[in-house]
């Protein structure tokens, strides 16, 4: 890519993005180039990150495991549902993955939950993300008793209303009561030590950035 | 649920038959209740909902047939349940109006299909069924009584395999841990009841209830303490204070009856154990929901094993599970019990490693949760010896760089919690002697000074409270005066905040020892506002820490002529009655300093304070004690406050103080009689009218105690000034043991001893008796200290041996000659006319001698 075309890149992406100056949306567009590699001018494939690249940044860079989660996460960036990344998705995405304020991660962590994008995070949705959760013990005669305890135990935290399903206002009045719920179903946000190495290296060096 | 329906829910006047429920909020709260246990039940336990119960439940229902959709056979007037039991019963069966249910699940469907109306068909289904569990279980498990419930599932057990019994046990104990439940909650409904009401009672009267209430329970500690403090400072020993003693454990027997929290906290605690970091996040979430300020649960936390899992997960590098678990301990920690558990488990080497953390509000969550567990010397020792010391010093810190270009605003206020919540675990921490040195070893003295320069309320009560310990210690004290601290404790003393106020107080009666404090305190307008905050009398601890202030600054004379000016003399002399002792030592203490000036021993007379002080005098508290003879002592020097004395029979008191069994007590008795000896009318006969009065104080002279000595020596002075007393005190063997006690170092005592020899010359053949019990030789030593009340009074008490002609003799072969030759040059006149007439006796012998020797 060209300078003149990076330079016009870079301001277009900054003037909508909320949480990265100048210097830094340009390293992460260096940072997306380089693990997008280089894409012929005028091509008219979709230029962007797919699922499985994605997902090994989030599990390589940001520690994450949880398939489903980072699945979720993907969604979470992919707005236009193309099934890929693109370049000003991956500034956004990133500008409330790692400086997004309080407001902001609620939403998205609810929307990385909310599996089916219902508006709810449902007793299902809730089992579903839990399921591997807890250790399983041999003696139990049923497995899923635990997770099912589980899931009741945060309904009762959090269900302010009472309905059985966890709604936007349920989640956001228990994350506001207490911060650690904002994670509640998952971990869905960068650890505050991988999320410090890769700013890092991100906008000390960003052509250095390799996520292997 | 039988004991809690019975005990608790209140049914109508017709008793127990087919009664009908009140409709009363806590009625409804049971019902509700009892709603979400069957709402719930088919989810927690799907296999026992299909159990199919001994007898339906029957009751009159308002559901319509309409009503029941898929899973019915709905007819106009009927539904049955397409669920039956194995002979083919349906488990629900309604014939309008009656409904008869069978299971939990149908139970469950019942409620979710009568949805607004729940808990009307509650009500009813309570109210037809007045045993339900008989119905649900049997009769062998409606007798089921609380002790016997172990027993009966053992027996049950035992007695067969049948998967059936093994289902209707699970059950009963559901049932069992429900009952508990209601109990609980409406207990816990009635109690917030009862609350609610008096709070607004009291509202009305115009009362801050619980901002007063928590603070008088806060105030007993402070109370006890400030008790200790003032023990210690007058006994000069500076030995560590506990605050809590270390008690036996008293864990939970095993086969009580357990309350419904401590099966749910044991289920959180396995999650704990065996999830990962969400599940292990949820449950801690869960966990902190308890009231974790209720022993019950604090207990529960422990016997099922949570601490040791809570101080795990502080070992872990999942930074949500450490916050979630500092919580919790946090909370727990308030209980002497846990703080010792928490200190056994080792917990606190890995807070104190936590200190260390990138994460600020980790910090401040180890911090303050060290600051609840230092409350006694083992853990105190702990945090020292794993370095916390140093670490929890690094927290004040912070604060320093609040004005760096900060991300946010978020961490500005964050970097003043940090230093915040250190000040709180060292103000824990400095109770301890090797902690005080510590902190002042690791550059602590100046942070607290910093720290002390901000004006927020919440910080300055720890940083106070800190140095307020600390000042305890000699070093501190020089390091207060040092870094102008003195200057900023006296601004607070000007704060809204009574609690700050008190330790700002305290902390300059411990500084106040030092005389260059005292003016500070003085130059920095600080004897006003703390003769105004005497007019607060409602706030005990206040009081005592303010009074103590003004106790040690009236050690200067400058600040009495200030405290007369601001009229704190007839103030103080109001607070003589009816204030808990540690007040009354230390007013009484002000006054016994202020009375050192004439003008306040007459303002002390005018507003009445001669009788409440002497009153004083029957007390039992040491302190008080030693304080009080003091005042009245220097009350005693004015003629006329000693004719009120004398009236009062303050005297007797006094010298009935001489036989307590405190050397300290005895000896401040002693100095006050002198006084009183001196300016009573009477004198001579009044020492008589005490029967054996005179063979007690001869025997004082016994003592080892130096102080005691010396105030018997002088008081042995004024009462020789009767020569019928001296005679009788003669007859007690005075001379020999003041002879005894001749030998000695102590300037203090030998001047008194001095003076007390030279009055009792004035008798008999005393002089010649001093002689004989060879006190001559070592009174002519004093002549070499350095001490001129010393000098004056040997020079004195040589002079009037002098009369006798072998004590010459022995002065002679002393060299007392020379030594007394120098004291005529003194500029003390009294020194110079004794050094004179003594040397005059000894060279009038001499020239005897010769004489005779010639003729």
């Given at each position: 890519?060209?300078?003149?075309?990076?330079q016009?890149?870079?301001?277009?992406?900054t003037?909508?993005c909320?949480?990265?100056?100048?210097?830094?949306?340009?390293?992460?567009?260096?940072?997306?180039?380089?693990?997008?590699?280089?894409v012929?001018?005028?091509?008219?494939?979709?230029?962007?990150?797919?699922?499985n690249?994605?997902?090994?940044?989030?599990?390589?860079?940001?520690?994450?495991?949880?398939?489903?989660i980072?699945?979720?996460?993907?969604?979470?960036?992919?707005?236009d549902?193309?099934?890929?990344?693109?370049?000003?998705e991956?500034?956004?995405?990133?500008?409330?993955?790692?400086?997004?304020?309080?407001?902001?991660?609620?939403?998205?962590c609810?929307?990385?939950?909310?599996?089916?994008?219902?508006?709810?995070?449902?007793?299902?949705e809730?089992?579903?993300?839990?399921?591997?959760?807890?250790?399983?013990?041999?003696?139990?005669?049923?497995?899923?008793?635990?997770i099912?305890?589980?899931v009741?135990?945060t309904?009762?935290k959090?269900?302010?209303?009472?309905?059985?399903?966890?709604?936007?206002?349920?989640?956001?009045?228990?994350?506001?009561?207490?911060?650690?719920?904002?994670e509640?179903?998952?971990?869905?946000l960068?650890?505050?030590?991988?999320q410090?190495?890769?700013?890092?290296?991100?906008?000390?060096?960003?052509?250095?950035?390799?996520?292997? | 649920?039988?004991a809690?329906?019975?005990?608790?829910?209140?049914?109508?006047?017709?008793?127990?038959?087919?009664?009908?429920?009140?409709r009363?909020?806590?009625?409804?709260?049971?019902?509700?209740?009892?709603?979400?246990f069957?709402?719930?039940?088919?989810?927690?336990?799907p296999?026992?909902?299909k159990?199919?119960?001994?007898?339906?439940?029957?009751?009159?229902?308002?559901?319509?047939?309409?009503?029941?959709?898929?899973?019915?056979?709905?007819?106009?007037?009927?539904?049955k349940?397409?669920?039956v039991?194995?002979n083919?019963?349906?488990?629900?069966?309604?014939?309008?109006?009656?409904?008869?249910?069978?299971?939990?699940?149908?139970?469950?469907?019942?409620?979710?299909?009568a949805?607004?109306?729940?808990?009307?068909?509650?009500?009813?289904?309570?109210?037809?069924?007045?045993?339900?569990?008989?119905?649900i279980?049997?009769p062998?498990?409606g007798?089921?009584?609380?002790?016997?419930?172990?027993?009966?599932?053992?027996?049950?057990?035992?007695?067969?395999?049948?998967?059936?019994?093994?289902?209707?046990m699970?059950?009963?104990?559901l049932l069992?841990?429900?009952?508990?439940h209601?109990?609980?909650?409406?207990?816990?409904?009635?109690?917030?009841?009862?609350?609610?009401?008096?709070?607004?009672?009291?509202?009305?009267?115009?009362?801050?209830?619980?901002?007063?209430r928590?603070?008088?329970?806060?105030?007993?500690?402070?109370?006890?303490?400030?008790?200790?403090?003032?023990?210690?400072?007058?006994s000069?020993s500076?030995?560590?204070?506990?605050?809590?003693?270390?008690?036996?454990?008293?864990?939970?027997?095993?086969n009580?009856?357990l309350?419904?929290?401590?099966?749910?906290?044991?289920?959180?605690?396995?999650?704990?154990?065996?999830?990962?970091?969400?599940?292990?996040?949820?449950a801690?979430?869960?966990?902190?929901?308890?009231?974790?300020?209720?022993?019950?649960?604090?207990?529960?936390?422990?016997?099922?094993?949570?601490?040791?899992?809570?101080?795990?997960?502080?070992?872990?590098?999942?930074?949500?599970c450490?916050?979630?678990?500092?919580?919790?301990?946090?909370?727990i920690?308030?209980n002497?019990?846990?703080?010792?558990?928490?200190?056994?488990?080792?917990?606190?080497?890995?807070?104190?490693?936590?200190?260390?953390?990138?994460?600020?509000s980790l910090?401040?969550?180890?911090?303050?949760?060290i600051?609840?567990?230092?409350k006694f010397?083992?853990?105190?020792r702990?945090v020292?010896?794993?370095?916390?010391?140093?670490k929890?010093?690094?927290?004040?810190?912070?604060?320093?760089?609040?004005?760096?270009?900060?991300?946010?605003?978020?961490?500005?206020?964050r970097?003043?919690?940090?230093?915040?919540?250190?000040?709180?675990?060292?103000?824990?921490?400095?109770?301890?002697?090797?902690?005080?040195e510590a902190?002042?070893?690791?550059?602590?003295?100046?942070?607290?000074?910093?720290?002390?320069?901000?004006?927020?309320?919440?910080?300055?009560?720890?940083?106070v409270?800190?140095?307020?310990?600390?000042?305890?210690?000699?070093?501190?004290?020089?390091?207060?005066?040092?870094?102008?601290?003195?200057?900023?404790?006296?601004?607070?003393?000007?704060?809204?905040n009574?609690?700050?106020?008190?330790?700002?107080?305290?902390?300059?009666?411990?500084?106040?020892?030092?005389?260059?404090?005292r003016?500070l305190v003085?130059?920095?307008?600080?004897?006003?506002p703390?003769?105004?905050?005497?007019?607060?009398?409602?706030n005990?601890?206040?009081?005592?820490?303010?009074?103590?202030?003004?106790?040690?600054?009236?050690?200067s004379k400058?600040?009495?002529?200030?405290?007369?000016?601001?009229?704190?003399?007839?103030?103080?002399?109001?607070?003589?009655?009816?204030?808990?002792?540690?007040?009354?030592?230390?007013?009484?203490g002000?006054?016994?300093?202020?009375?050192?000036?004439?003008?306040?021993?007459?303002?002390?007379?005018?507003c009445?304070?001669?009788?409440?002080?002497?009153?004083?005098?029957?007390?039992?508290?040491?302190a008080?004690?030693?304080?009080v003879?003091?005042?009245?002592?220097?009350?005693?020097?004015?003629?006329?406050?000693?004719?009120?004395?004398?009236?009062?029979?303050?005297?007797?008191?006094?010298?009935?103080?001489?036989?307590?069994?405190?050397?300290?007590?005895?000896?401040?008795?002693?100095?006050?009689?002198?006084?009183?000896?001196?300016?009573?009318?009477?004198a001579?006969?009044?020492?008589?009218?005490?029967?054996?009065?005179?063979?007690?104080?001869?025997?004082?002279?016994k003592?080892?105690n130096?102080e005691?000595l010396?105030s018997?020596?002088?008081?042995?002075?004024?009462?020789?000034?009767?020569?019928?007393?001296?005679?009788?005190?003669?007859?007690?063997?005075?001379?020999?043991?003041?002879?005894?006690?001749?030998?000695?170092?102590?300037?203090?005592?030998?001047?008194?001893?001095?003076?007390?020899?030279?009055r009792?010359?004035?008798?008999?053949?005393?002089?010649v008796?001093?002689g004989?019990h060879?006190?001559?030789a070592p009174?002519?030593?004093?002549?070499?200290?350095?001490?001129?009340?010393?000098?004056?009074?040997t020079?004195?008490?040589?002079?009037?041996?002098?009369?006798?002609?072998d004590?010459?003799?022995?002065?002679?072969?002393?060299?007392?000659?020379?030594?007394?030759?120098?004291?005529?040059?003194s500029?003390?006149q009294e020194?110079?006319?004794?050094?004179?007439?003594?040397?005059?006796?000894?060279?009038?012998?001499?020239?005897?001698?010769?004489?005779?020797?010639?003729?």
């Open positions: 890519m060209n300078r003149k075309k990076l016009k890149l870079t301001d277009n992406l003037k909508n909320k949480h990265f100056n100048k210097f830094e949306v340009n390293c992460l567009i260096k940072v997306f180039y380089n693990l997008v590699g280089d012929p001018e005028r091509s008219v494939a979709v230029v962007g990150l797919d699922r690249a994605f997902r090994n940044i989030l599990h390589v860079t940001f520690g994450m495991t949880d398939d489903m980072m699945d979720r996460v993907f969604r979470g960036f992919d707005k549902n193309d099934g890929c990344v693109n370049v000003s991956w500034i956004n995405g990133l500008s409330v993955f790692l400086r997004g304020s309080l407001e902001e991660k609620m939403k998205y609810f929307e990385v939950f909310d599996l089916n994008g219902d508006g709810f995070i449902s007793k299902e809730m089992f579903h993300m839990l399921k591997n959760s807890l250790l399983k013990q041999p003696s139990e005669e049923d497995p899923d008793e635990g099912k305890d589980l009741e135990i309904l009762k959090m269900d302010h209303d009472h309905d059985g399903k966890l709604s936007f206002a349920d989640y956001e009045k228990a994350v506001r009561e207490e911060t650690l719920l904002l509640a179903f998952g971990p869905c960068p650890d505050p030590k991988s410090m190495e890769f700013e890092n290296q991100v906008f000390n060096d960003p052509t250095d950035f390799n996520d292997m | 649920m039988g809690a329906l019975t005990r608790s829910a209140q049914w109508t006047a017709a008793g127990y038959g087919s009664g009908t429920l009140e009363t909020p806590l009625n409804e709260e049971i019902l509700k209740e009892i709603i979400v069957v709402e719930h039940f088919i989810y927690k336990y296999h026992e909902a159990f199919v119960f001994v007898e339906p439940l029957e009751w009159n229902t308002d559901l319509e047939p309409s009503a029941f959709e898929s899973g019915y056979i709905v007819s106009e007037t009927t539904v349940s397409e669920e039991d194995k083919g019963q349906p488990l629900l069966l309604l014939s309008v109006p009656q409904i008869k249910v069978r299971s939990f699940g149908q139970l469950g469907h019942v409620l979710f299909i949805k607004d109306t729940k808990l009307k068909e509650a009500q009813a289904c309570i109210e037809g069924n007045r045993d339900p569990v008989v119905k279980l049997g062998d498990f007798e089921m009584k609380e002790d016997s419930m172990a027993l009966h599932i053992l027996n049950k057990i035992s007695t067969g395999d049948d998967p059936e019994n093994e289902i209707k699970k059950i009963a104990i069992k841990q429900l009952d508990l209601l109990l609980n909650h409406s207990l816990k409904y009635i109690s917030l009841q009862k609350n609610l009401t008096k709070d607004s009672q009291e509202e009305k009267h115009g009362g801050k209830v619980e901002k007063s928590t603070s008088i329970s806060h105030g007993k500690v402070q109370l006890r303490k400030s008790v200790d403090k003032i023990e210690e400072t007058i000069e500076s030995s560590e204070s506990e605050e809590d003693e270390e008690q036996p454990d008293h864990r939970q027997e095993a009580a009856d309350p419904s929290e401590y099966w749910q906290i044991q289920k959180l605690v396995k999650y704990l154990k065996g999830g990962n970091q969400t599940a292990t996040v949820i801690l979430c869960s966990m902190k929901d308890f009231n974790l300020a209720q022993e019950t649960c604090q207990l529960a936390i422990r016997d099922v094993g949570g601490l040791e899992v809570l101080i795990n997960l502080l070992d872990t590098d999942e930074v949500k450490k916050i979630g678990s500092l919580k919790i301990l946090k909370e920690s308030h002497p019990q846990i703080r010792r558990n928490i200190v056994d488990l080792g917990g606190l080497p890995i807070m104190v490693n936590i200190l260390d953390s990138p994460y600020k910090k401040c969550l180890a911090a303050e949760t600051a609840n567990v230092a010397k083992r853990a105190r702990a020292r010896q794993h370095g916390g010391i140093t929890l010093v690094a927290l004040l810190d912070c604060a320093q760089n609040a004005t760096e270009p900060a991300q946010s605003s978020l961490y500005e206020t970097d003043v919690e940090v230093a915040r919540c250190g000040a709180l675990a060292l103000w824990s921490c400095s109770k301890s002697y090797s902690n005080k902190i002042r070893k690791a550059g602590g003295i100046p942070l607290l000074a910093r720290l002390l320069k901000t004006s927020h309320e919440n910080m300055l009560i720890p940083v409270g800190t140095l307020q310990e600390c000042a305890s210690e000699e070093n501190y004290r020089a390091a207060i005066k040092a870094e102008r601290i003195i200057e900023n404790l006296v601004k607070n003393l000007n704060s809204e009574e609690q700050l106020q008190e330790h700002c107080a305290m902390a300059i009666y411990q500084c106040a020892e030092d005389e260059e404090t003016d003085r130059l920095h307008g600080g004897l006003k703390l003769a105004s905050l005497l007019n607060n009398t409602k005990k601890e206040l009081l005592a820490a303010v009074t103590g202030a003004i106790w040690k600054c009236s050690i400058e600040n009495v002529i200030k405290f007369r000016e601001y009229k704190a003399i007839e103030t103080l002399v109001g607070l003589l009655t009816d204030q808990p002792e540690e007040v009354l030592v230390n007013v009484v002000a006054l016994g300093e202020c009375c050192q000036e004439h003008e306040n021993r007459v303002i002390v007379r005018r009445g304070g001669i009788q409440p002080l002497v009153n004083l005098l029957v007390g039992i508290n040491q008080l004690l030693v304080n003879t003091k005042a009245v002592g220097a009350c005693a020097v004015e003629p006329e406050n000693m004719a009120i004395i004398d009236r009062l029979d303050g005297v007797r008191l006094l010298w009935s103080l001489l036989k307590n069994p405190h050397p300290d007590v005895k000896a401040s008795a002693a100095w006050a009689l002198c006084p009183c000896i001196e300016n009573a009318k009477d001579g006969e009044m020492v008589r009218s005490f029967v054996g009065g005179l063979e007690l104080v001869v025997n004082l002279l003592s080892d130096k005691v010396a018997v020596c002088a008081a042995i002075t004024n009462i020789a000034k009767d020569q019928e007393n001296l005679a009788v005190i003669t007859d007690h063997g005075v001379v020999p043991l003041l002879s005894k006690l001749a030998n000695t170092n102590n300037d203090n005592l030998r001047r008194h001893l001095a003076e007390a020899v030279s009792c010359c004035m008798w008999g053949r005393n002089r008796a001093f004989e060879r006190a001559v009174l002519v030593r004093y002549l070499k200290s350095n001490d001129t009340n010393v000098h004056r009074a020079a004195q008490a040589l002079y009037q041996l002098s009369e006798d002609a004590n010459c003799i022995t002065m002679h072969e002393n060299g007392a000659v020379k030594l007394l030759l120098d004291m005529v040059g500029p003390d020194l110079q006319e004794a050094a004179a007439g003594c040397i005059s006796n000894i060279r009038r012998l001499a020239l005897a001698t010769e004489k005779a020797r010639y003729t």
